[in-house]
């Protein structure tokens, strides 16, 4: 599905592109900054203290979402300032593109690098003779990896349009919901091996979350009969 | 719990680390050994512990190839050619069998380095391919057939135990139809990169390495050194007197097994090496030596067990005068084979009965028998001839009887066939010699202990050095030769059970104090000088030399120093002892007759790859070797898997081109022209 959205939604347009690239690379460096403090929390700890790695696991993410989500900022902040420099540079006195698409656009970027990071090594490791469960592992574990992995990347689309909708008309509300959503699906993984619990709400998030930004971008319950209808 | 932070590599496989594999050994005609296929074998785990299973490996079993893990019991010829000729099995995984098997296990030849020892049409025709008497008649000659999958020795009964366990969860059979996915399986990667004999491979690489900038050489000929010194010294880079006459004293210090580096060789190589270092212990504590009429020549030959590479070698050397000795000089041969195992103390001596039809020969043979007896007149072993009617067994005399009638004599406990069940395979420990420490002991304890093999191999040592007196013409009693069981003692333990002990660390030089492993095995390796080597001349500068009052410059460089003859000795500076009270250690230097030779084939000098005189054994190289289990799939599930994730695909880009075309139905948005869509 990323694919798809990127074929035609984004790739004609290479002001989007940029956007994209470039949304990409500040999911990039959050991921970096909290790994490296999560690295250095290991390594000061004591590596066979189970509990007490776990917990540091579970804080190392949490501290990844905060982390994301203040990129995210971040990159609204640029975003804003680049608005008025391409208003600036135009003929007509008006940007090329709107905040909106930029904050699907953004949305993707960061969905993307997000989706690659977590598929890429286990695409590698899939392509060997073995599949997962000597260690009682689930045998669905390339399944549901690749599940979870699509459904992060439609959240991430959608908590773009929602975090910068949020921002634009300084709703904090908005924003805490978004941190607080991407809190919720990232500790629903936690619940892996039990895959029910972590895909089946992660879903039902997805679907509200499309629901939401869906409404915000102008669509409505008419407009989606119409468009069913006319199909 | 869950989510341990593990890497997808650490879910899927198992890495089995203390495997050894089978590798690919050449000569001029024949290629030995296993091969894998160069991205590993794999294949669906079968547990053989009776006849009965490897039906299903071979007829029943519904999801082929298999990869067998057979008990070690089961690791015969008959099972083994069944599995070679299927194509339905892809490895082979041995689980070592303890306690050895009790009928014997010998995957060498019958008739060891047949072809390459003195006997053959031209030379006592009656002898020659074990015609009379088989030596080795456990052998199976599994070691020398070849095999197109990969078999690996898994050494740690733990893995053993996690891959049946594996089994068990994943593999058996229920009601008797097949089991399902998903299957436990194991992959094998040992790669040989050398074919069909040396003359292709050395060809190819001789290609290489002449032609090509990066050469990538495919095999490596078998090499190492020999150990040789002499009683009285002498001029090692200049020729002796054609009448100064030498006596040789020579055993093998190599053994081989079906896996790559697995060599206890207890009973085949140690002992013998064991007594004559002994040997050579007690004569050089003798007075007189430098009034013998004649010298004594201790030499340690590597590479025996792969066609006398190294006294073929010795003996080109001698005849090409590129050794200070010559083979006029030789004046009679004795050798020390297989001596652990004696029944009732006896001894046995074996003569070349083709030779002995020489008046002078017999003559000398006579005498140097009898020598040999009377030296064993009141210790614990008996001397007995094998007797005209019996060849040599395989030695390294023979390849000296090749080139001149030399007397000699061969010094066994077996008569006619080997006492040693286990010849040369990985069960030849020293449970196979009988070696036994009481329990509780630490290691310090263990490397005094004198064990009763210690004492036998001593009174065999004692008997050895007392004719070799009398044989280079010592007049003096000799009830005052005596060997050192202690020293016995520690040479076994540090030769067949751990090499880092404090008696050799303190004996060999500080910088390659790295090379003590754990447990020690005599292979021939194409990296020379091996462990072993290193070791026997060391111990044999130790137990021969003399310490000297030399600096540690003196002693790296003797040239310079004026009176230190470097002609003759050769000086070693070992690093000492550990003082009991500090870490540090007390070196010294060791002035001493030890020297090494080049042991490689002279078939490899002459660049006479296919040579039929001369061993041409080659060990092929390798990139990675290395095993690992993990569960396969079923084909359903894979399938499915791919086309879910293509109908996704297919759907997802009919849906965003359906979304994006009518994307102004969708969204109607009056404040931004231009919404999600162009």
């Given at each position: 599905?990323?694919?798809?959205?990127?074929?035609?939604?984004?790739a004609?347009?290479?002001?989007?592109?940029?956007?994209?690239?470039?949304g990409?690379?500040?999911?990039?460096?959050?991921?970096?900054l909290?790994s490296?403090?999560?690295?250095?929390?290991?390594?000061?700890?004591?590596?066979?203290?189970?509990?007490?790695?776990?917990?540091?696991?579970i804080?190392?993410?949490m501290?990844?979402?905060?982390l994301?989500?203040?990129?995210?900022?971040l990159?609204y902040?640029?975003?804003?300032?680049?608005?008025?420099?391409l208003?600036?540079?135009?003929e007509?006195g008006?940007s090329?593109?709107?905040i909106?698409?930029?904050?699907?656009?953004a949305?993707?970027?960061?969905?993307?690098m997000?989706g690659?990071?977590?598929?890429i090594?286990?695409?590698?490791?899939?392509?060997?003779?073995g599949?997962?469960?000597?260690?009682?592992?689930?045998q669905l574990?390339?399944?549901?990896?690749?599940f979870m992995?699509?459904?992060l990347?439609?959240?991430?689309?959608f908590?773009?349009?929602?975090?910068?909708?949020?921002?634009?008309?300084?709703?904090?509300?908005?924003i805490?919901v978004v941190?607080?959503?991407?809190l919720a699906v990232?500790g629903?993984?936690?619940?892996?091996?039990l895959?029910?619990?972590?895909?089946?709400?992660s879903?039902?998030?997805?679907?509200i979350a499309a629901?939401?930004a869906?409404l915000?971008?102008g669509?409505?319950?008419q407009?989606l009969r119409?468009?069913?209808l006319?199909? | 719990g869950s989510?341990?932070?593990?890497?997808?590599?650490?879910?899927?496989y198992?890495?089995?680390n203390?495997t050894?594999?089978?590798?690919r050994l050449?000569?001029?005609?024949?290629?030995i050994?296993?091969?894998s296929?160069?991205?590993?074998?794999?294949?669906v785990?079968?547990?053989?512990e009776k006849?009965?299973?490897?039906?299903?490996?071979?007829?029943?079993?519904?999801h082929?190839?298999?990869?067998?893990?057979?008990?070690g019991?089961l690791?015969?010829?008959?099972?083994?050619l069944?599995?070679?000729?299927t194509?339905r099995?892809?490895g082979l995984?041995?689980a070592i069998a303890?306690p050895s098997?009790?009928?014997?296990f010998s995957?060498?030849?019958?008739?060891?380095?047949?072809?390459?020892?003195?006997?053959?049409?031209d030379y006592?025709?009656?002898?020659a391919?074990c015609?009379?008497?088989v030596?080795?008649?456990v052998?199976s000659?599994?070691?020398y057939?070849?095999?197109d999958?990969?078999?690996?020795?898994?050494?740690?009964?733990?893995?053993?135990?996690v891959?049946k366990?594996?089994y068990?969860?994943?593999?058996v059979?229920r009601?008797?139809?097949?089991?399902?996915?998903p299957?436990?399986?194991m992959?094998?990667?040992?790669?040989?990169?050398?074919?069909?004999?040396?003359?292709?491979?050395?060809?190819?690489?001789?290609?290489?390495?002449t032609?090509?900038?990066?050469?990538e050489v495919?095999?490596?000929?078998?090499?190492?050194?020999?150990?040789?010194?002499?009683?009285q010294?002498?001029n090692?880079?200049g020729?002796?007197d054609?009448?100064?006459?030498?006596?040789?004293?020579?055993?093998?210090?190599?053994?081989?097994?079906?896996?790559?580096?697995?060599?206890?060789?207890?009973?085949?190589?140690?002992?013998s090496?064991?007594t004559?270092?002994?040997a050579?212990?007690?004569l050089?504590?003798?007075?007189?030596?430098?009034?013998?009429?004649?010298n004594?020549?201790?030499t340690f030959?590597?590479?025996e067990?792969f066609?006398?590479?190294?006294?073929?070698?010795?003996?080109?050397?001698m005849?090409?005068?590129?050794f200070?000795l010559?083979?006029?000089?030789?004046?009679s041969f004795?050798e020390?084979n297989?001596?652990?195992?004696?029944?009732d103390s006896i001894?046995?001596?074996h003569?070349?009965?083709v030779?002995r039809?020489?008046?002078s020969?017999?003559?000398q043979?006579r005498?140097l028998?009898?020598?040999?007896?009377?030296?064993s007149?009141?210790?614990?072993?008996?001397?007995?001839?094998?007797?005209?009617?019996?060849p040599?067994?395989?030695?390294s005399?023979?390849r000296?009887?090749?080139?001149?009638?030399?007397?000699?004599v061969?010094?066994t406990d077996h008569r006619?066939?080997?006492?040693?069940?286990?010849?040369?395979s990985?069960?030849?420990?020293?449970?196979?010699?009988?070696?036994?420490?009481?329990?509780?002991?630490?290691?310090?304890?263990?490397?005094?202990?004198?064990?009763?093999t210690?004492k036998?191999?001593?009174?065999v040592?004692?008997v050895?050095?007392?004719?070799?007196y009398?044989l280079?013409?010592?007049?003096n009693?000799?009830?005052?030769?005596q060997?050192?069981?202690?020293?016995?003692?520690?040479?076994?333990?540090?030769?067949?059970?751990?090499?880092?002990?404090?008696w050799?660390?303190?004996i060999?030089?500080?910088?390659?104090?790295?090379?003590?492993g754990?447990?020690p095995?005599?292979?021939?390796a194409?990296?020379?000088p091996?462990?072993?080597?290193?070791?026997?001349?060391?111990v044999l500068?130790?137990?021969?030399g003399?310490?000297?009052?030399?600096?540690?410059?003196?002693c790296?460089n003797?040239?310079?120093?004026?009176s230190?003859?470097?002609?003759?000795?050769?000086?070693?500076?070992v690093q000492?002892?550990?003082?009991?009270n500090?870490?540090?250690?007390?070196?010294?230097?060791?002035?001493?007759?030890?020297?090494?030779?080049?042991?490689?084939?002279?078939?490899?000098?002459?660049?006479?790859w296919?040579s039929?005189?001369?061993s041409?054994?080659?060990?092929?190289?390798?990139?990675?070797?290395?095993a690992?289990i993990f569960?396969v799939?079923s084909k359903?599930?894979?399938?499915?898997?791919?086309?879910?994730?293509?109908?996704i695909?297919i759907?997802?880009?009919?849906?965003?081109?359906?979304?994006n075309?009518?994307?102004d139905?969708?969204?109607s948005?009056?404040?931004d022209?231009?919404?999600?869509a162009?």
């Amino acid at each position: 599905p990323a694919l798809g959205l990127f074929l035609f939604t984004i790739a004609r347009d290479p002001l989007r592109i940029i956007i994209l690239i470039a949304g990409a690379f500040f999911w990039l460096v959050s991921l970096l900054l909290s790994s490296l403090i999560w690295f250095i929390a290991v390594k000061a700890s004591d590596p066979r203290d189970e509990p007490l790695q776990k917990g540091l696991l579970i804080f190392g993410v949490m501290f990844s979402v905060l982390l994301q989500e203040a990129f995210r900022f971040l990159y609204y902040k640029l975003l804003r300032k680049a608005i008025e420099g391409l208003v600036a540079l135009s003929e007509d006195g008006c940007s090329p593109i709107s905040i909106q698409q930029m904050a699907y656009v953004a949305g993707v970027g960061f969905g993307l690098m997000s989706g690659a990071f977590s598929m890429i090594n286990l695409l590698a490791d899939a392509l060997g003779p073995g599949t997962v469960g000597i260690h009682g592992d689930s045998q669905l574990y390339f399944l549901t990896s690749a599940f979870m992995t699509m459904v992060l990347i439609f959240l991430h689309t959608f908590w773009g349009i929602l975090f910068f909708h949020g921002c634009e008309h300084r709703r904090w509300w908005e924003i805490m919901v978004v941190v607080v959503m991407h809190l919720a699906v990232s500790g629903l993984t936690f619940c892996n091996p039990l895959y029910v619990g972590s895909l089946v709400p992660s879903y039902v998030l997805m679907a509200i979350a499309a629901a939401w930004a869906y409404l915000l971008s102008g669509g409505s319950a008419q407009n989606l009969r119409r468009f069913l209808l006319c199909k | 719990g869950s989510c341990q932070g593990n890497s997808v590599e650490r879910k899927i496989y198992i890495p089995l680390n203390k495997t050894a594999p089978c590798v690919r050994l050449l000569n001029a005609t024949h290629q030995i050994g296993c091969q894998s296929s160069i991205s590993g074998d794999t294949g669906v785990i079968h547990v053989v512990e009776k006849e009965e299973d490897l039906n299903w490996v071979l007829a029943d079993g519904p999801h082929p190839p298999y990869m067998i893990l057979l008990d070690g019991n089961l690791f015969n010829r008959r099972v083994m050619l069944q599995l070679k000729g299927t194509s339905r099995v892809s490895g082979l995984a041995v689980a070592i069998a303890k306690p050895s098997p009790p009928q014997g296990f010998s995957p060498g030849l019958k008739c060891p380095n047949d072809g390459f020892g003195v006997y053959s049409k031209d030379y006592g025709p009656q002898f020659a391919h074990c015609n009379k008497t088989v030596w080795n008649p456990v052998g199976s000659g599994l070691s020398y057939e070849d095999f197109d999958f990969p078999i690996f020795l898994l050494e740690d009964a733990n893995e053993t135990q996690v891959i049946k366990q594996c089994y068990q969860d994943h593999n058996v059979p229920r009601d008797g139809s097949g089991p399902e996915y998903p299957l436990c399986a194991m992959q094998l990667f040992s790669h040989m990169h050398a074919v069909t004999s040396t003359v292709t491979c050395m060809r190819r690489s001789s290609l290489q390495s002449t032609f090509s900038i990066n050469p990538e050489v495919v095999c490596d000929p078998l090499l190492d050194y020999n150990v040789w010194s002499t009683l009285q010294p002498i001029n090692s880079s200049g020729k002796v007197d054609p009448e100064k006459e030498v006596i040789i004293v020579a055993t093998r210090i190599d053994s081989h097994s079906f896996f790559w580096n697995i060599a206890p060789g207890a009973e085949s190589a140690v002992s013998s090496f064991v007594t004559h270092l002994a040997a050579a212990e007690a004569l050089h504590k003798v007075s007189d030596i430098h009034l013998l009429q004649r010298n004594i020549m201790f030499t340690f030959f590597q590479g025996e067990t792969f066609d006398y590479i190294g006294s073929s070698r010795m003996v080109y050397d001698m005849e090409k005068d590129k050794f200070p000795l010559r083979l006029d000089n030789i004046h009679s041969f004795v050798e020390l084979n297989q001596v652990a195992l004696r029944n009732d103390s006896i001894l046995w001596m074996h003569t070349d009965p083709v030779s002995r039809m020489n008046e002078s020969v017999e003559v000398q043979v006579r005498n140097l028998l009898s020598i040999l007896s009377d030296s064993s007149v009141g210790a614990n072993v008996t001397l007995q001839e094998a007797g005209y009617s019996q060849p040599l067994p395989p030695s390294s005399f023979q390849r000296f009887l090749r080139a001149r009638h030399i007397p000699g004599v061969v010094l066994t406990d077996h008569r006619t066939a080997f006492q040693n069940r286990y010849y040369q395979s990985m069960y030849d420990t020293p449970e196979n010699i009988r070696l036994q420490y009481p329990e509780g002991l630490s290691p310090e304890e263990t490397l005094e202990y004198v064990t009763d093999t210690a004492k036998s191999l001593a009174e065999v040592a004692t008997v050895v050095a007392r004719a070799l007196y009398r044989l280079a013409g010592g007049a003096n009693n000799t009830s005052a030769i005596q060997a050192d069981p202690k020293t016995v003692s520690r040479m076994l333990y540090g030769f067949l059970i751990k090499m880092n002990n404090s008696w050799f660390q303190s004996i060999i030089k500080p910088d390659i104090k790295g090379i003590l492993g754990d447990v020690p095995q005599h292979y021939v390796a194409v990296s020379s000088p091996v462990n072993t080597t290193y070791l026997v001349q060391y111990v044999l500068a130790n137990l021969t030399g003399t310490v000297v009052n030399l600096t540690k410059e003196e002693c790296l460089n003797p040239e310079k120093t004026p009176s230190s003859e470097k002609e003759m000795y050769e000086y070693a500076w070992v690093q000492g002892s550990l003082d009991p009270n500090s870490t540090s250690r007390v070196p010294y230097c060791v002035r001493s007759t030890v020297h090494l030779s080049k042991a490689l084939s002279p078939a490899f000098e002459l660049r006479q790859w296919g040579s039929t005189e001369y061993s041409t054994w080659t060990e092929s190289r390798w990139k990675e070797i290395r095993a690992r289990i993990f569960l396969v799939a079923s084909k359903e599930l894979e399938i499915i898997t791919l086309v879910v994730g293509i109908a996704i695909l297919i759907f997802s880009l009919l849906a965003t081109y359906f979304i994006n075309a009518k994307a102004d139905v969708l969204f109607s948005v009056p404040r931004d022209p231009g919404a999600v869509a162009y």
